[in-house]
């Protein structure tokens, strides 16, 4: 049986608001307990996380988790009889590809944390409490990317995307900003959540968001630690990370053209012969 719109909708949804609301109260009851901030929110967020993995599983199906799976095309009724036109999910890039969508999207986010930060007047991130460093790299660089990416870049999104990709998108962008609490950290989520499905969507894969997403959290994380006195001092690697991303854009797009110039080549040698017969 095909799933439907409302189906999948509901599908991704449901787990979603299970995740946050039992997000909010294990955070409440590990405050209580005294320990950390930094244990207890990344107690709760890893509870809460297996929690909403659990529940998406019984509401989409075993098979959603897969991480080779192609998203099902729609039913023809959804689309009054004619082919879906939802292309399939792209095949996996190279490694070489992948980590240049990957440092694109650290210079873009770059600029957005910039703008982000001119608009609400603060840091997207807080100030880490004294002592307390080994467990906020721990939880900000490895645990935070690759389960909020695989989470809302890959099971959200995949599952959402053959009702329509830009509207998938644009959903779990929405949903990943809101696990953000502070107002800046709400907006600049929403356009980082924009950018890192688009390089999931271009690279064909999880691990280009991953990586990005692990670098500007450890730039967040440097930032905040052995920099946080010296705000001028910033401004140095920003503006290397910003000509990093620029430079793997042209990369991207010098690759594209020469694949695009290869495959008309092909083609017009194929029509030569063509012509010959």
């Given amino acids: 049986m095909e799933k439907t719109n409302i189906r999948r909708l509901v599908g991704v ?3 979603f608001v299970i995740m946050v609301i039992f997000q909010r109260l294990l955070l409440v009851l590990t405050g209580m307990s005294g320990l950390p901030d930094v244990i207890g929110s990344t107690l709760a967020f890893l509870t809460a996380s297996a929690g909403g993995i659990f529940f998406f599983r019984m509401s989409c199906g075993a098979e959603a988790l897969r991480p080779g799976m192609q998203p099902e095309p729609e039913p023809d009724g959804e689309s009054g009889g004619k082919e879906n036109p939802v292309p399939p999910f792209p095949a996996k890039d190279t490694l070489f590809g992948r ?8 210079g873009v986010l770059t600029v957005t944390m910039y703008a982000v930060t001119a608009a609400v007047g603060t840091e997207t991130f807080s100030a880490f409490a004294p002592g307390t460093l080994a467990a ?3 939880s900000l660089i490895l645990i935070h990317p690759f389960l909020e990416e695989y989470i809302f870049r890959w099971l959200y999104y995949r599952e959402l995307r053959p009702m329509q990709p830009i509207f998938a998108g644009l959903t779990q962008a929405v949903m990943f900003a809101i696990v953000h609490g502070s107002v800046g ?3 600049y989520a929403l356009f980082a959540g924009i950018v890192l ?3 999931t969507e271009l690279s064909g894969s ?18 905040l630690t052995w920099l946080s006195e010296a705000e001028q001092v910033r401004l140095m690697p920003d503006l290397a990370l910003i000509s990093v991303g620029f430079a793997a854009m042209l990369c991207l797009l010098v690759r594209r053209g020469l694949r695009e110039a290869r495959a008309g080549a092909g083609e017009t040698e194929d029509g030569g012969e063509n012509d010959d017969d």
Avoid: Q
Avoid at 99 to 106: E, I, N
Avoid at 211 to 217: D, Q, R, T, Y
């Fill in 185 to 187: 950290g709400m907006i």
């Fill in 197 to 199: 499905v688009l390089i």
């Fill in 206 to 223: 999880l691990s280009a968001a991953v990586i990005a997403h692990m670098l500007m959290n450890l730039r967040s994380f440097v930032y």
């Fill in 13 to 15: 949804m449901m787990p």
């Fill in 136 to 138: 906020e790299f721990v």
């Fill in 99 to 106: 980590l240049m969508y990957a440092l694109t999207g650290v």
